[in-house]
């Protein structure tokens, strides 16, 4: 599964996720996206708007991470873009609540910044 990033601005990172978030996928990118997360100075915007699906494994992934990244004083944001089964899936399972989602970049890099 890939994953990718780039570094919108000295504070924001956006992690790119393309593919499936189920078991393999999951696990396939697990430690990078940590080690992404865990940039020092940063706020995260992850972008799902590549995901095709979304299964607990992958939702887990996003809560670790996003625990992680506010426990070191961070902040991690979802950025869905018009990816409504995605979009869907997070709020039907409560996480939009947990983890701010937001349908544009734009909003996603101002909400991290909060």
Request: with cysteine.
């Amino acid at each position: 599964m890939p994953i990718d990033f780039e570094d919108c601005s000295n504070q924001v990172r956006r992690i790119i996720l393309t593919g499936r978030l189920d078991i393999p996928g999951t696990a396939e990118i697990d430690s990078k996206f940590a080690a992404l997360s865990a940039a020092a100075e940063r706020r995260v915007v992850v972008d799902l708007t590549g995901i095709s699906f979304l299964a607990s494994f992958g939702i887990r992934s996003l809560i670790t991470n996003a625990k992680a990244q506010q426990n070191r004083g961070g902040r991690m944001v979802l950025f869905v873009g018009d990816n409504a089964p995605i979009a869907k899936t997070l709020e039907s399972t409560g996480i939009d609540a947990l983890i701010p989602m937001f349908a544009t970049l734009a909003e996603a890099e101002k909400a991290a910044l909060a």
